[in-house]
């Protein structure tokens, strides 16, 4: 009797498994891979910031703006970015030259951190799980 309870709740088990098998879509072969940041030594955060704070600058600035000017708007910026204050001096103290020098181009604040090597140049692939129930749905 023990054995047959045995017997189907194993049998059980393994149609529920095929049944839910979770299958992975469109990812790419980075699933031990550590997130960017992490790898860079960056911090998390430090990308956003990078981006609201050049966007701000740079709808304040005009083009007989200084160099000194466009540190002091920097410096403003990072004040007025919450939590990421700290975050954001760092990243003004140690990349300014290059920043004001990015700020003056006509460049996206994306394409000026990503030039910084803040942020990277595409976001890391969008991973969907996909029931089995629901592969005739999906064409799959």
Same mark, same amino acid.
């Given at each position: 009797m023990l054995r047959n309870v045995f017997l189907i709740t194993l049998l059980i088990c393994s149609a529920c498994a095929v049944h839910w098998e979770i299958r992975e879509v469109a990812s790419s072969d980075d699933v031990d891979e550590m997130p960017a940041d992490r790898m860079t030594g960056r911090k998390p955060g430090v990308c956003w910031v990078c981006k609201w704070v050049v966007k701000k600058v740079?709808?304040? =600035?005009?083009?007989?703006?200084?160099?000194d000017e =466009?540190?002091?708007?920097?410096?403003?910026?990072?004040?007025?970015?919450?939590?990421?204050?700290?975050?954001?001096?760092?990243?003004?103290?140690?990349?300014?030259?290059?920043?004001?020098?990015e700020i003056s181009t006509?460049?996206?604040?994306?394409?000026?951190?990503t030039n910084l090597n803040?942020?990277?140049?595409?976001?890391?692939?969008?991973?969907?799980f996909i029931l089995s129930s629901d592969r005739g749905f999906y064409n799959l």
């Open positions: 740079k709808k304040s =600035i005009s083009t007989t703006s200084t160099p =466009i540190k002091n708007k920097l410096l403003d910026a990072c004040d007025q970015s919450g939590f990421l204050k700290a975050q954001c001096k760092s990243l003004v103290s140690k990349d300014s030259s290059t920043l004001v020098e006509s460049d996206d604040p994306n394409t000026i951190c803040v942020c990277t140049s595409k976001p890391p692939p969008r991973k969907d």
